[in-house]
């Protein structure tokens, strides 16, 4: 069955909202809500079909826009390919060109509406930052709970408590303490034993690659409200990343790191292969820092992630 290419947009208005558009109950899927786009002509470049889609359907003409993630799908009756872009800005007042009902919904708003399966891994990356702070190792408790307070307000959203130094009461201690400075700011992810997922509902949980491989096939540990994240160095964590229902993965180590010397890096061409087989958002991380976001992007990255290159100076 041939794959049918479609482009589609992540539209955030001022306020950080999302556009949305429902489909025609005569469509495929029909009836779900989708982000907007549609079929990418032969000869047509990625870009130019979704300028012209959303001039179509939305009367609104796209400025700037950036890679956010690829989709490849297979329903029963239709395989399809979904790149999908991030518009950052734009002329005109978005409506319902075609008689498609539209609304403007919050981020974590999102899964509350039903989707097509095959925009499931786009409603996760358009509610995910670019940018995953890890924090850094050796650090007294003090230092580490004013990094995390000084990166939330700094914009920082997403937060890996990270403390392999750090025997297990005083790591689930920081956690508490962590827990509250993110609420209703940033999404704290943790890392531990399985067993203390219910001591921390309201984290997310980031598996080592050894977790992966001795729960994936148990599937996933909690219901999708709550975030899921792995981190993966090959082509074979990422299948058990798959495997288990994860939200988003790390994958590195993209170029040579302080911290993991001994660590062959993938590079950037590897990178971008293992991300182009994975169709969930994968931050890219070791020996990359902020200013790699766009390079990630194009190699079909999330964005980054970092230790060193995103903690803040105390």
């Not at 208005?13 to 429902?22: E, H, K, Q, S, V």
């Not at 925009?119 to 670019?130: E, F, Q, S």
């Not at 148990?218 to 981190?231: D, E, H, N």
């Amino acid at each position: 069955m041939k794959r049918v290419h479609v482009v589609a947009a992540v539209i955030r208005g001022m306020d950080g909202r999302i556009l949305i558009a429902r489909r025609a109950d005569t469509q495929h899927q029909g009836g779900l809500w989708e982000f907007p786009g549609g079929k990418v002509e032969p000869g047509e470049s990625v870009e130019a079909a979704l300028a012209r889609e959303l001039d179509e359907e939305l009367g609104i003409q796209v400025t700037r826009s950036r890679p956010l993630i690829k989709v490849s799908h297979d329903y029963p009756d239709k395989h399809v390919l979904l790149e999908v872009r991030e518009v950052e800005a734009f002329t005109g007042e978005p409506h319902g060109a075609e008689g498609q009902p539209l609304a403007w919904v919050a981020p974590r708003e999102l899964p509350d509406h039903a989707f097509p399966e095959a925009n499931k891994p786009i409603v996760t990356a358009a509610r995910l930052p670019d940018q995953y702070l890890i924090t850094p190792d050796g650090l007294d408790v003090p230092d580490m709970l004013k990094g995390i307070q000084k990166a939330v307000a700094n914009g920082i959203r997403l937060i890996q408590l990270r403390a392999p130094d750090m025997y297990d009461p005083k790591y689930r201690d920081v956690a508490v303490d962590a827990v509250g400075l993110c609420a209703g700011k940033a999404q704290l992810m943790l890392k531990g034993p399985l067993e203390w997922l219910g001591d921390f509902p309201s984290a997310g949980w980031h598996l080592t690659a050894a977790q992966l491989r001795k729960y994936a096939d148990k599937g996933r540990p909690f219901p999708v409200q709550r975030w899921l994240a792995a981190s993966c160095h090959n082509a074979e964590e990422l299948a058990l990343a798959k495997q288990m229902g994860v939200d988003f993965v790390t994958l590195s180590p993209v170029q040579p790191t302080e911290s993991h010397p001994q660590a062959a890096p993938l590079g950037w061409e590897q990178a971008q292969r293992l991300i182009a087989g994975f169709d969930r958002p994968v931050y890219l991380l070791g020996g990359v820092g902020p200013e790699a976001r766009e390079q990630a992007w194009l190699a079909g990255a999330q964005g980054v992630a970092g230790i060193r290159a995103f903690w803040p100076a105390l």
